[in-house]
């Protein structure tokens, strides 16, 4: 709907008393934001709402005048959902093209909409009223994933599987305490948003222009209106502040770390090799050449938008950087990067809910993975200091050798016979082989916070209780 070709004749009805000619139309291109700032409609109406009502109360416009704002504001509103208005490039941006068209509905008292404010208190309300929206959808989008995580959690709360370290095996742990780790990881995320939206629960309508206003506004009315805690306390800190675009953008590029690097996992444990677990139908794709492929091309989306989420960070930060205050054209720039990786996150975190629930894992190979590769040898340490009163590093030199001697024999610490274990040393007595079962490994790590399957169920259940 956007009018790109406009190359206006003659100067802007908005704000161009002192200038003879319109723009040059490379100019205007540069200039207009209106193809992506049409996205704040919503918030724009609901805050020229909220202010023609303040200075109606205030006695700064007459209530007829509001009313006439009000209604005109609602038929704006109704205009542009109904995908019939006619967005122009030459009005710039959302606000003067909703004031025009206001204009053309209501006449004359359009025109007193804008006393007491300025595009720069305008944008800055749009703009946080937006984000805060986007914070919420963040939070809720949040905890459906944690729920996921947890549903996995607690049904293998006791299947065991590798963990690593380094990549390499490093000790068996449980398929439910891996997934409650992301639990832990989301809830974090979730807090950064929560944390986020209680400071930029401000409201900077009322701040005018930079330095505040001559008419008896009522910026608590307003705020109060809008949603928001309290007015912004210093009017040009309120203009030129976007921290709560950099805080949304630096929540949603530690939550995309997270997503990436369980998406991650998810490669690697749907590949031929590992066959940790498997993506239906619904989340894999085919290869058009070789048809034995099952792809996960979802998960490896999902690995690549922490890209374009840090990127939208990375350039915000880079615009905002050595601003002077207050408000400066630069910030115009700050909307298409957040709008693009708000839209990423919300799709990205949809995504994993869906492949989280839709998600199997093999038991059986998981189980097996996890008795190879000497997983219980910490096991066999423990249980050397324990049973034998070893010093830790003795135990782990002990258990060093029977490992290597494991190796060249070309089986597992379990298959090693009780001679064999006297060589490591001559105290170790047949009770040992109870700890080097996986089974019995994970259930031994009782510790708070540990893997062992009562741990993972506590944790299942206090997570239950806080999500609800
Ligand atoms: N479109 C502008 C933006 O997004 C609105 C504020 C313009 N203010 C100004 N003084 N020109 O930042």
């Given at each position: 709907m956007t009018d790109t070709k406009a190359t206006p004749k003659s100067a802007n009805s908005m704000w161009g008393?002192?200038?003879?000619?319109?723009?040059?139309?490379?100019?205007?291109?540069?200039?207009?934001?209106?193809?992506?700032?049409?996205?704040?409609?919503?918030?724009?109406?609901?805050?020229?709402?909220?202010?023609?009502?303040?200075?109606?109360?205030?006695?700064?416009?007459?209530?007829?005048?509001?009313?006439?704002?009000?209604?005109?504001?609602?038929?704006?509103?109704?205009?542009?959902?109904?995908?019939?208005?006619?967005?122009?490039?030459?009005?710039?941006?959302?606000?003067?093209n909703v004031e025009s068209r206001l204009k053309e509905i209501i006449g004359e008292p359009a025109g007193r909409l804008h006393t007491a404010r300025s595009r720069n208190d305008q944008v800055a309300t749009d703009f946080r009223l937006w984000v805060r929206d986007q914070t919420d959808a963040a939070i809720t989008a949040i905890e459906a994933l944690q729920r996921a995580f947890l549903g996995q959690a607690e049904a293998g709360a006791n299947w065991v599987m590798p963990g690593f370290t380094h990549m390499q095996t490093a000790q068996p742990v449980t398929w439910g305490h891996h997934m409650l780790a992301y639990v832990e990881m989301l809830g974090r995320d979730a807090s950064r948003f929560r944390d986020a939206r209680v400071r930029m629960n401000e409201s900077p309508l009322g701040a005018a222009a930079l330095a505040g206003t001559s008419f008896p506004i009522d910026r608590h009315m307003t705020a109060a209106a809008l949603g928001f805690d309290r007015p912004a306390a210093n009017s040009l800190d309120a203009v030129a502040d976007r921290d709560f675009a950099l805080e949304f953008l630096t929540a949603s590029s530690i939550c995309a770390m997270h997503l990436s690097r369980f998406a991650e996992e998810l490669v690697i444990w749907s590949s031929a090799q590992f066959r940790f677990a498997r993506l239906s139908d619904r989340f894999s794709t085919g290869s058009s050449i070789m048809p034995q492929k099952r792809n996960p091309d979802a998960a490896e989306l999902l690995r690549a938008k922490i890209g374009r989420i840090l990127g939208a960070t990375v350039a915000l930060f880079t615009v905002m950087k050595g601003l002077p205050l207050t408000y400066s054209k630069d910030m115009q720039e700050d909307k298409e990067q957040v709008f693009d990786a708000a839209d990423t996150l919300m799709l990205s975190l949809a995504a994993m809910t869906g492949m989280v629930q839709d998600l199997t894992a093999n038991r059986e190979i998981l189980a097996a993975s996890a008795a190879s590769g000497f997983s219980t040898a910490t096991d066999l340490a423990d249980w050397l200091v324990r049973s034998l009163n070893l010093p830790f590093r003795d135990a782990h030199h002990v258990t060093g050798a029977l490992v290597a001697l494991a190796e060249k024999k070309g089986c597992d610490l379990p298959d090693l016979t009780?001679?064999?274990?006297?060589?490591?040393?001559?105290?170790?007595?047949?009770?040992?082989?109870?700890?080097?079962?996986?089974?019995?490994?994970?259930?031994?790590?009782?510790?708070?916070g540990g893997t062992a399957p009562d741990q993972v169920r506590a944790q299942v259940s206090r997570w239950k209780g806080i999500l609800g």
């Open positions: 008393g002192r200038f003879a000619a319109g723009p040059d139309a490379i100019m205007e291109a540069i200039n207009a934001s209106i193809s992506f700032d049409q996205r704040l409609y919503a918030q724009d109406i609901a805050g020229s709402r909220a202010h023609a009502a303040m200075l109606a109360q205030q006695g700064i416009i007459s209530s007829n005048d509001a009313e006439a704002i009000r209604k005109g504001l609602l038929t704006v509103l109704s205009e542009i959902e109904a995908g019939n208005f006619p967005f122009s490039t030459a009005l710039e941006d959302i606000h003067m009780l001679a064999e274990m006297h060589q490591g040393h001559p105290g170790i007595t047949q009770e040992v082989y109870s700890v080097l079962g996986v089974e019995n490994s994970v259930r031994s790590r009782t510790s708070y």
